[in-house]
């Protein structure tokens, strides 16, 4: 039982580049997120998706996309990074919809130059 | 959701009991308080959630007052491993926006 896994780890792109950061869980949960973590930051919310099928707007979803691929699995793309987007990003899930109870992933760190 | 405010750093030593507390006014009849954990170069980990009087599980205990206008997050016998950042966080367990704040810095020293 691996819970939630992102990859990639880290990544570096260029101003103007695109590019989708991977997330999956195993619990068989219904509702899944995606969070930036600026330094010295608190969490906000970018996207999220209650159940399969659905995704709705966080706190601050300019300049990302998502996709809910399939219960296990959420994408967040970035499909012109700017340097304001270097970040953590973390997915985190949950067993039922709007729980606070949420599990999240190891992070992916984001550069743009 | 209701606007929470915590110190920004507590320093405690090893063996000693840490306790924090979240300030949250305009708590709703519906809010939960929940807090988190987070580690360096981590995702947060859920500790504790509380809706009134006192909630303790193998890691912390949450106190909170008649009122709920503040809770406290009690870790006992503080380890060097217990050094992160706590969050709380206030709102509806059937929301779904989760609101972190800045947190609480916790260094444990030896």
């Known amino acids: 039982n691996a819970g939630v896994t992102q990859t990639p780890k880290f990544q570096v792109l260029k101003t103007g580049q695109s590019m989708t950061l991977q997330c999956a869980q195993d619990?068989?949960?219904?509702?899944m997120y995606w969070y930036r973590q600026d330094p010295g930051m608190g969490l906000r919310l970018i996207y999220y998706s209650a159940s399969e099928g659905t995704t709705d707007k966080g706190e601050v979803p300019n300049g990302y996309n998502v996709s809910r691929l399939n219960k296990r699995e959420f994408s967040l793309r970035l499909e012109s990074a700017a340097p304001s987007q270097t970040s953590v990003y973390f997915c985190?899930?949950?067993?039922?919809?709007?729980?606070?109870?949420?599990?999240f992933g190891p992070g992916t760190r984001l550069t743009v130059t | 959701l209701a606007k929470t405010t915590q110190p920004i750093s507590m320093d405690s030593y090893e063996g000693q009991e840490v306790n924090i507390t979240c300030s949250h006014n305009?708590?709703?009849?519906?809010?939960?308080i929940t807090w988190y954990q987070q580690f360096p170069s981590q995702g947060p980990r859920f500790i504790i959630q509380?809706?009134?009087t006192k909630v303790t599980n193998e890691v912390a205990s949450l106190f909170i007052p008649a009122d709920r206008k503040s809770s406290t997050l009690s870790l006992p016998r503080v380890s060097l491993s217990d050094t992160a950042v706590y969050y709380c966080l206030v709102g509806e367990v059937a929301g779904n926006k989760l609101t972190f704040g800045g947190g609480t810095r916790v260094l444990v020293k030896p």
């Open positions: 985190a899930s949950t067993s039922r919809q709007g729980a606070y109870e949420q599990y």
């Open positions: 305009n708590i709703a009849t519906n809010d939960y």
């Open positions: 619990m068989n949960h219904n509702s």
């Open positions: 509380g809706y009134k």
